[in-house]
């Protein structure tokens, strides 16, 4: 079995993490996490009352009156998501061909980059009588809009109006962001490893020159803007709507139930040959979970969003470990097992398992191998059953991936049922740990046995 992950999934899964955009995207979802978890405690402060009725009058007298003043830090992460995505890709991306190619492009002007060109590729554009105009609503559309108090929806000289801003400045722009990020910063490095740009003399403060060397790519980007969207406007579509065709299906096939099984399915499988299964597959699982916890705090009922994992899967770490814990301390009669589960106690309701993972180990154990994946597989699919039909509501918050179990399901989704099917979820994976944890007990045991028997016999 381990033969064939390396051959068939470590390799390929070592060569895609090792991709400069893929690293890129990488250190973007992880940077981004921080302002979801902020927002996350400010929205859960709006909705309390929500969960717990009784402060309803405590809030009318006090909270309500700030609401929309705080607020604003849920609306400044949530609602513009795409943007940090950029920010981040287009700056690790350059940053990654500067210092490991040796190529004199700079970080900062690879992020301008971007950001231009994704502001170029962001308005929609009509053609009328063969003349491209700002999208607008119509005047019927605007005047609904005006009488109920929202502009939400309408197109605003190009510009998509959402309940919180711009509309494509959010989760829903995240995979455009990708693309542009991407397009951008290779455009600049071609123009920079072409030697397509405009040199000052070494006299020239950096400021300036660096201004300068991004004048030509700036052109190069603002052109190839302007084709895509011409292009994709003469087929009744622009950017983002082409693109959220293809990329709809991927986080559609994310989102269901066998998506979910097989993305913690290859996670574990890479952890036991030693590859941190979360960090390669988070490339592609991590943008669909931002996405989907977005439309969730919007009212929609998505599975794979958020936290989902840390809430209710890998419960006291990768593997979902934390009842293998619990038997190593309480039930074990191997003194190694016993010496692990000692150390692995207090972690384990933290979701740290290191000690596990690597002293048990768990890592190229074929002892063990089988419930590592299993186990974690049992509780997503558990935990998605209840989710999906309503039993639990979805995640609508981001914590810490550390907060301890129970906890953590119930401030990702405020919802006190979330506490029983985190249980649930421990449950099941501990059912599946069992045997198999006995049977290497029992083995181990009768190892220490025979040294214990022979040590005594050659005193």
Request: charge should be negative; charged fraction near 10%; glycine fraction near 8%.
């Amino acid at each position: 079995m381990f033969e064939w992950i390396e051959k068939n999934l470590m390799g390929p899964m070592q060569k895609f993490a090792s991709y400069k955009m893929v690293r890129a995207i990488q250190a973007a979802g992880m940077s981004s996490i921080a302002f979801t978890i902020v927002g996350s405690a400010f929205l859960i402060i709006a909705i309390l009352p929500q969960v717990f009725p009784v402060l309803v009058g405590v809030y009318a007298v006090s909270m309500d009156h700030i609401t929309n003043l705080y607020s604003i830090a849920n609306s400044a992460s949530m609602s513009i998501l795409s943007i940090y995505f950029l920010i981040g890709i287009a700056f690790e991306y350059t940053r990654i061909w500067a210092d490991e190619e040796d190529v004199d492009i700079k970080p900062l002007n690879g992020v301008l980059l971007a950001i231009f060109m994704w502001f170029m590729m962001m308005p929609q554009l009509d053609i009328v009588d063969g003349t491209f105009v700002m999208a607008e609503s119509d005047a019927d559309a605007v005047n609904a809009a005006l009488e109920a108090g929202s502009l939400s929806g309408l197109k605003v000289a190009g510009w998509d109006i959402s309940a919180s801003g711009i509309g494509r400045m959010g989760s829903s722009g995240i995979f455009q962001a990708i693309i542009i990020a991407w397009l951008a910063v290779t455009i600049y490095k071609t123009c920079v490893q072409k030697n397509i740009v405009i040199k000052l003399p070494d006299v020239v403060p950096d400021g300036v020159a660096r201004s300068f060397t991004s004048l030509v790519p700036a052109f190069f980007i603002a052109i190839c803007a302007m084709v895509l969207q011409g292009l994709m406007n003469l087929t009744g579509y622009d950017f983002y709507e082409v693109l959220a065709v293809p990329f709809g299906f991927i986080t559609n096939i994310a989102d269901s139930f066998g998506g979910v099984l097989v993305i913690e399915l290859l996670i574990h499988l890479l952890w036991l040959v030693g590859i941190h299964g979360a960090s390669i597959i988070g490339a592609f699982a991590d943008p669909i979970a931002l996405i989907n916890f977005a439309e969730n705090v919007e009212g929609a009922h998505h599975v794979w969003a958020g936290q989902y994992a840390n809430a209710f899967v890998i419960t006291g770490g990768s593997g979902a470990t934390f009842m293998l814990t619990m038997f190593l301390f309480f039930l074990a009669k191997s003194e190694q097992l016993k010496a692990i589960g000692k150390a692995e106690i207090a972690p384990a309701f933290f979701n740290i398992n290191e000690p596990i993972l690597f002293g048990l180990p768990i890592v190229y154990n074929p002892d063990l191998a089988i419930p590592f994946f299993l186990a974690p597989m049992s509780a997503a699919a558990v935990s998605y059953l209840a989710i999906s039909s309503g039993i639990v509501g979805p995640v609508i918050a981001n914590a810490p991936w550390c907060t301890p179990i129970g906890v953590c399901a119930f401030l990702s989704t405020l919802d006190w049922k979330s506490i029983i099917l985190a249980v649930v979820d421990v449950c099941v994976a501990g059912a599946v740990y069992y045997p198999f944890f006995k049977r290497y007990d029992a083995k181990l045991y009768a190892e220490e046995q025979e040294i214990a028997a022979a040590e005594a016999a050659e005193a």
